[in-house]
């Protein structure tokens, strides 16, 4: 901590708390100053640092791809562009081992989610402190930069995954296609309409949730075990070296983490969009 000041409790809600912009309880419009003062501004609220994290981390993804793309050479490959057409193989062999059929969006789509959604959870490795306490020193008071660990960015995310889900299902099934598999499965019967409805809804919901809320909870889990060894710092000398050794350990089996979370996502993103795009009957 490095105010001594600050007690646990408030270096753990500061961590915690995001930039918020919205209507204050003034009825003015600025930034939230604390967690309750920004619980207060309601679903107009905007969570700033988040955006502007996934959106910088998302042009800076495009850059280093595009650029790669450009100047891709038949040749032998530089670092970058090898790097890149890792990522492309390794993504477009996914894909073509779980979607089988003809549809050009799904690769670079999963793509996308793979490559920015480990960003975002990359940010998880800064050392907690130093970016919160910069934008202090700069005259901004909080600053979360894993945006990962934001619900409203993961659910922005599987939300949009949900209605491409719902476009495709329509699409290649047909609405009424797409109706009777919402109600004539598992059991072929018309008796057992409510019943396949009520299977197939909750199946259905349950698609754009475990997108988000998975990746969500376990990246906020994985910040919060961060800021836990970073109080560790503040105890002493033999807590400080027992400290910064949890804090190596666990940030080397976080790049574990952070790579599986955005593989997962992308995977089933793939997954659900075969599911979406299948017209044989069950």
């Not at 107009?44 to 981390?57: C, E, F, K, Q």
């Not at 100047?71 to 073509?96: C, K, R, S």
């Not at 350990?249 to 599911?275: D, E």
Request: hydrophobic share 55%; charged share 10%.
């Amino acid at each position: 901590m490095s105010s001594g000041t600050k007690t646990t409790a408030d270096y753990i809600q500061h961590h915690l708390t995001n930039l918020t912009y919205g209507q204050l309880p003034d009825g003015s419009w600025g930034f939230a100053h604390s967690a309750e003062e920004a619980a207060q501004m309601g679903f107009w609220s905007i969570n700033v640092d988040s955006m502007a994290w996934s959106i910088g981390l998302g042009l800076i993804f495009t850059f280093f791809f595009r650029r790669a793309a450009a100047h891709a050479t038949a040749g032998v490959p530089g670092g970058l562009q090898n790097f890149v057409e890792m990522i492309v193989e390794f993504i477009d062999d996914t894909t073509q081992s779980i979607f089988h059929q003809k549809n050009d969006l799904i690769a670079p789509l999963a793509m996308t989610i793979f490559v920015w959604v480990f960003l975002m959870n990359l940010m998880d490795l800064v050392p907690v402190d130093w970016l919160p306490e910069l934008a202090v020193l700069l005259g901004v008071s909080h600053m979360k930069v894993v945006p990962s660990t934001d619900p409203n960015i993961t659910m922005a995310m599987a939300l949009t995954v949900f209605a491409l889900i719902l476009y495709y299902s329509v699409k290649c099934k047909g609405a009424i296609g797409f109706l009777k598999e919402l109600t004539l499965h598992p059991f072929p019967s018309l008796a057992a309409i409510p019943v396949n409805f009520v299977l197939e809804f909750v199946s259905l919901i349950a698609k754009p949730l475990s997108l988000g809320l998975r990746l969500f909870g376990n990246m906020y889990a994985g910040e919060m075990i961060f800021i836990l060894i970073a109080l560790m710092f503040g105890g002493g000398v033999a807590f400080f070296i027992f400290g910064g050794v949890l804090q190596w350990v666990w940030a080397v089996f976080h790049v574990l983490v952070i790579t599986l979370q955005a593989f997962i996502f992308a995977v089933l993103t793939i997954v659900y969009l075969a599911q979406a795009h299948e017209t044989e009957e069950h």
